[in-house]
């Protein structure tokens, strides 16, 4: 059998001995190309070839390429473990011609690949190319000598293939595997074409014509062509098995879930989804992307979360999946190194997801499963599914998921309308401000002059009163004024709008906000302050310099922030929000746990690093293309037109960006980082301050230590003196304590004087006594020899499971009844030892339950003694 990394092998081994580059596999993540959520298919990183837009070294390549398809147009998610062949992640393998061979090559290396290096019998194999293709045709019929009874033409529905509605596109020629007359289906082209016997293994697209906006074709100068195979499909007729999930790497893979989720039924579906779900999952995490609620973290967040959900659907409420990934770097590792340079990265991000979606699943299944039992439709209401979503992360095609499982079905148009009803509420919620909610009907845009003039002559063109178009505004009226011409920064990519004047010869507003509104249309929000401003007025229009000054140092300080994060966090840092205004910088960004004191210290060293360096802020406009063509940063889902402003600074930050800048990076002065922390899952937000409110903030922390240290030093200070007190008033408590236990020992001496009996005219007393410490023990014992006479006492007490032995003999008996002696003996009896003076002895012992029969033994030893 030939394992899944042999074909990878044997594949890009016959290209590359056939001039063809070998290519390493493009991220998942398309570079610079917002049209796309995931890399999909093996052209994408060759698109700007296909176009034109690029020139490489080589004209011929092979790759094995990592798609995704879970998101957007190519979503297989819903299918993922009901089917035979949908996976979210699969490998697609290609040969390319930029301009170089054609048809001709392109059919014949397929054919030779497929019939003389992997043995393929040319009668499992059936042709299909487009209606119109006769070029296509005859190379297979008459050259290729392909079975007629084999072949079929088909229409541009299934094969014809185009980049977009314009632009490059051409028909296709796909070669599928037949199975076998034992499963149901019938040829491509057939009524019966959508059964399972006909697979299709590979497509060959050919790049013939150029489509105008009209439809019209026209021939491409230099024709090319772009292949694709799936190694998933292709290992499965190759190892004799029906459906991808039965050969080598998924094999090994089922078998890793099955083990860590303590599944013993491998044919279950579950299993399966988990399988599938670890490649797409550790492959986008390596590639950049964390668990999130939008774009593509979100899909990624989606992706894991069902992979969870059939584990709990197993049995298995401990995190599980983070453990598939160790099986997946040994199965994949070696065609994909970057998979196992990120293999602890991905572990950690994974189980931390699994760890907080467990906190919720439980509750969550609690009310699907109380939703469910109420049904008397079949059918999941939409405010149920909505509110899985909302309150416990449950996107909707997992609860769709759990649907199909129990054969019901959802309704998602009430789950639409749940969602609209909230998103107005938000919206409704967001409207703040004076003229926030003014619909504008002005036609035409201000041209902004705002990047090297602060101040400008221009003419009022419109104004707004109480959401209404008007002439003029008096002294005290808030309104809303369109210019024909503006140096004010109206609110844009985190950046607040600007504040400044608008002075005419008869009145003068204060401008207290900048917005654009409708088709760009920029907005002066705020009120006249003296006099009368009219539509037609001429007016002087000024930007308060300081804020702008203040504003733009925090703008460029954010720039040098977020590829500060990148490089010490890493490369999956993004994005997330942001907003820059006079006082301070907030920059939120994808990261999977809180940055280390460590991390914020490295981060604050590179920024200020670079402010140092003073590198020139370099502007320029370009298009969007020629903009990604020097690694720009780009913000995937953010809407750039035709022409773009890029933004550099020396090679340590390059993005697109609208905004106000410094003229040099040295003008930022002095970065300072003064919080940082999560704000979302998988969110993190570090604020910064710049420029005097970083002098300003640095010194406020001085006084601030300074003050604390004072308040430790009096602190300090008093606590001595509380701490001598109290030392004092210690020593004095001893004493009272002292006292206290004296005047106790007397009082018990007396008591137990009474109990003594007389042996041959000595008193013997020998008692228990408990509540006292050895002192006190001793304290009695002398109080009891004093009052007694002659006499031979013993005293004992228990604490914490020991016992405390004394013994006392007044001096006229000490030569023939040592206290020694007694004590000797007696602690013997209570597993313990002890010695002392004639008159005074002590023991200890560790077995207080025979105790009584060492009190009972000291009358007998002292007869004896006497005898």
């Given at each position: 059998m030939t394992t899944s990394a042999e074909l990878r092998a044997s594949f890009l081994d016959y290209f590359a001995q056939r001039d063809h580059q070998r290519v390493a596999s493009s991220p998942l993540i398309p570079a610079n190309d917002a049209t796309l959520l995931f890399t999909n298919a093996g052209m994408v990183q060759f698109k700007d070839l296909f176009l034109g837009r690029e020139r490489r070294p080589y004209q011929r390549a092979v790759t094995s390429q990592r798609c995704v398809r879970a998101g957007g147009k190519h979503n297989d998610l819903e299918n993922v473990g009901y089917t035979a062949r949908h996976h979210t992640f699969f490998e697609m393998l290609g040969n390319f011609s930029f301009g170089d061979y054609f048809k001709r090559e392109a059919i014949g290396f397929a054919w030779d690949y497929l019939t003389r290096v992997l043995r393929l019998p040319p009668e499992r194999l059936w042709v299909t190319v487009f209606t119109e293709d006769d070029e296509a045709a005859d190379i297979w019929l008459k050259e290729i000598k392909a079975d007629p009874k084999r072949f079929s033409r088909c229409g541009a529905a299934d094969n014809f293939w185009s980049m977009g509605e314009t632009g490059p596109c051409g028909p296709c020629s796909e070669i599928f595997y037949d199975h076998g007359p034992t499963i149901p289906g019938g040829p491509p082209g057939s009524p019966d074409a959508d059964g399972d016997r006909y697979v299709e293994i590979w497509n060959l697209v050919f790049m013939q014509f150029n489509r105008a906006a009209d439809g019209t074709l026209t021939p491409l100068p230099r024709p090319s062509v772009d292949t694709g195979m799936g190694l998933e499909r292709l290992a499965a007729v190759i190892q004799g098995v029906h459906s991808n999930y039965d050969i080598d790497l998924f094999v090994n893979l089922i078998d890793a879930a099955a083990a860590v989720t303590g599944c013993t039924d491998r044919a279950d579906k579950s299993l399966r989804v988990i399988a599938d779900h670890s490649r797409s999952t550790a492959f986008l995490i390596a590639d950049g992307v964390t668990p999130g609620n939008e774009g593509r973290g979100y899909v990624l967040r989606r992706i894991m979360r069902r992979a969870i959900r059939h584990g709990y659907r197993l049995g298995c409420n401990e995190p599980f999946f983070y453990r598939l990934v160790a099986p997946l770097v040994a199965e994949m590792g070696q065609a994909y190194p970057e998979l196992v340079a990120a293999q602890g990265q991905i572990e950690r991000v994974v189980r931390l997801e699994e760890?907080?979606?467990?906190?919720?699943?439980?509750?969550?299944?609690?009310i699907l499963e109380g939703a469910i039992a109420g049904l008397t439709d079949g059918c999941i209401p939409g405010e149920t599914v909505f509110k899985l979503y909302d309150t416990y992360g449950f996107p909707v095609d997992l609860t769709a998921d759990?649907?199909?499982?129990?054969?019901?079905?959802?309704?998602?148009?009430?789950?639409?309308?749940?969602?609209?009803?909230?998103?107005?509420?938000?919206?409704?919620?967001?409207?703040?401000?004076?003229?926030?909610?003014?619909?504008?009907?002005?036609?035409?845009?201000?041209?902004?002059?705002?990047?090297?003039?602060?101040?400008?002559?221009?003419?009022?063109?419109?104004?707004?009163?109480?959401?209404?178009?008007?002439?003029?505004?008096?002294?005290?009226?808030?309104?809303?004024?369109?210019?024909?011409?503006?140096?004010?920064?109206?609110?844009?990519?985190?950046?607040?709008?600007?504040?400044?004047?608008?002075?005419?010869?008869?009145?003068?507003?204060?401008?207290?906000?900048?917005?654009?509104?409708?088709?760009?249309?920029?907005?002066?929000?705020?009120?006249?302050?003296?006099?009368?401003?009219?539509?037609?007025?001429?007016?002087?229009?000024?930007?308060?310099?300081e804020r702008r000054s203040a504003t733009a140092l925090n703008h460029s300080a954010t720039h040098l922030l977020h590829a500060a994060l990148r490089q010490v966090l890493g490369e999956h840092v993004q994005q997330k929000g942001s907003q820059v205004g006079p006082e301070r910088l907030r920059f939120d960004f994808s990261h999977f746990e809180p940055v280390t004191r460590t991390q914020l210290i490295e981060v604050e060293r590179l920024v200020n690093r670079e402010?140092?360096?003073?590198?020139?802020?370099?502007?320029?406009?370009?298009?969007?293309e020629d903009a990604k063509a020097t690694g720009a940063m780009a913000l995937f889902g953010e809407k750039y037109g035709d022409q773009v402003r890029l933004l550099r600074m020396g090679d340590f930050s390059t993005e697109l960006c609208g905004g106000t800048h410094v003229k040099a990076v040295g003008d930022i002065g002095f970065c300072k980082i003064v919080a940082e922390g999560g704000i979302a899952s998988g969110v993190r937000r570090i604020e910064a301050v710049t420029g005097a409110n970083a002098l300003d903030w640095v010194?406020?922390?001085?006084?601030?230590?300074?003050?604390?240290?004072?308040?430790?030093?009096?602190?300090?200070?008093?606590?001595?003196?509380?701490?001598?007190?109290?030392?004092?008033?210690?020593?004095?408590?001893?004493?009272?304590?002292?006292?206290?236990?004296?005047?106790?020992?007397?009082?018990?001496?007396?008591?137990?004087?009474?109990?003594?009996?007389?042996?041959?005219?000595?008193?013997?007393?020998?008692?228990?006594?408990?509540?006292?410490?050895?002192?006190?023990?001793?304290?009695?014992?002398d109080q009891l020899k004093d009052s007694l006479g002659s006499a031979v006492v013993l005293l004992a007490a228990v604490a914490d499971g020991k016992v405390s032995l004394v013994a006392g003999v007044t001096k006229d008996l000490t030569a023939r009844l040592p206290a020694g002696d007694l004590i000797r003996e007696a602690a013997a009896l209570v597993g313990g030892k002890g010695g002392g003076r004639p008159d005074m002895a002590q023991a200890g012992g560790n077995e207080p339950d025979r105790l009584p029969a060492a009190l009972a033994f000291v009358e007998g030893w002292v007869r004896q003694g006497l005898a």
């Open positions: 760890e907080r979606f467990a906190e919720t699943l439980a509750n969550g299944m609690g759990i649907a199909r499982e129990r054969g019901l079905s959802v309704d998602l148009a009430g789950f639409e309308r749940a969602m609209d009803e909230q998103k107005g509420r938000a919206r409704a919620a967001s409207q703040f401000g004076v003229g926030q909610d003014v619909a504008i009907d002005f036609q035409g845009q201000a041209e902004f002059c705002g990047y090297d003039h602060l101040s400008e002559r221009a003419t009022v063109v419109a104004i707004y009163h109480g959401g209404e178009s008007c002439d003029a505004l008096d002294a005290g009226q808030d309104g809303l004024v369109i210019l024909d011409l503006t140096p004010f920064y109206a609110e844009s990519g985190g950046q607040l709008g600007d504040r400044g004047t608008l002075t005419g010869e008869v009145g003068e507003f204060a401008v207290t906000d900048t917005q654009k509104k409708g088709e760009g249309v920029i907005c002066h929000l705020g009120r006249v302050t003296q006099g009368q401003l009219c539509v037609g007025d001429s007016v002087a229009a000024a930007v308060d310099v402010i140092r360096h003073n590198h020139m802020v370099e502007t320029r406009i370009m298009s969007l010194q406020a922390d001085e006084e601030r230590v300074l003050r604390l240290a004072a308040l430790l030093k009096g602190a300090r200070e008093d606590l001595d003196e509380r701490v001598a007190s109290l030392l004092e008033r210690s020593r004095t408590l001893e004493k009272e304590l002292d006292q206290i236990k004296s005047r106790l020992a007397s009082t018990k001496g007396k008591d137990l004087a009474s109990q003594a009996v007389d042996v041959g005219g000595v008193k013997v007393l020998a008692a228990r006594i408990d509540g006292v410490d050895p002192k006190a023990l001793r304290d009695t014992l």
